[in-house]
């Protein structure tokens, strides 16, 4: 990260990080070869119980002023309630290539597609008839889909929100809704006022926005790969 030339790392760890050694070395040999080196400094990350907590390694001279005179434990940047958890909702909430079944990054995708959903089809409910692409809902899932070079994490990654994405319409057909599902994306079509009200009830419902509708099938936390590329 740079930073009105000053190279920040946030590492966990204690008060003096194995990254500040790391940097200092990398600027010394820079200096050496007569190249102009950045001033580095790491931070730790500490989880407690009541927060998340930044404390800057003490050889540090980091230009934020609260940081630079943090205490002790460090300056608290979150505060957690009791059994909450403080991970955020990750830029890329899991790799297939890695595992699958890990229950929060589960829960991260699913709640990642949810909204994408609500924002891409709620937002065009005053039209007659609408198109959603599949790549619309992956970008809005994660920013950076369009550079993910992994073919295995995103083929299974893809195939993981098409099989969500696809009990969603499930579901929104029961209301009513004429829903033609095509490889690369789906179609709305006759949206009247009244189904168009019903659509926007569900999307917005405490329960869907919470994840309570069971929508995640067993054979998709098995086997991702297996699914195929249709709806």
């Known amino acids: 990260m740079a930073w009105k030339g000053y190279l920040l790392y946030v590492v966990g760890g204690g008060q003096e990080s194995p ?3 790391t940097l200092q070395a990398l600027g010394q040999e820079l200096q050496a070869a007569r190249i102009s080196a950045a001033n580095g400094g790491a931070m730790g990350i500490h989880i407690r119980a009541d ?4 404390s800057p390694d003490a050889r540090s001279n980091i ?3 609260a940081l630079r005179q943090s205490p ?5 940047v979150m505060t957690l ?3 909450e958890d403080p991970r955020p909702l990750y830029l890329i909430p899991f790799d297939p290539s890695i595992g699958v079944d890990d229950p929060a990054e589960r829960r991260v995708l699913e709640e990642r597609v949810r909204q994408a959903l609500t924002s891409l089809i709620g937002s065009r409910l005053d039209r007659p008839s609408l198109e959603v692409a599949m790549d619309e809902i992956l ?4 920013e950076v889909w369009n550079l993910w070079e ?8 893809r195939n993981a929100v098409r099989a969500y994405v696809r009990d969603v319409l499930r579901q929104l057909r029961n209301l009513g809704a004429h829903i033609e599902s095509h490889e690369h994306h789906f179609a709305f079509a006759q949206v009247t006022p009244n189904i168009a009200r019903d659509l926007r009830r569900y999307l ?4 869907f926005r919470r994840g309570e509708i069971d929508l995640w099938s067993e054979a998709v936390q098995l086997d991702f790969s297996s699914l195929s590329e249709g709806w």
């Open 150 to 157: 992994n073919s295995r994490a995103t083929i299974g990654f």
């Open 51 to 54: 927060g998340v907590y930044l």
């Open 72 to 76: 002790a434990n460090g300056v608290q």
């Open 63 to 65: 230009p934020v002023q």
């Open 81 to 83: 309630e009791q059994g």
């Open 19 to 21: 990254m500040q050694d």
């Open 139 to 142: 970008t809005a899932v994660t």
């Open 204 to 207: 917005d419902s405490a329960a």
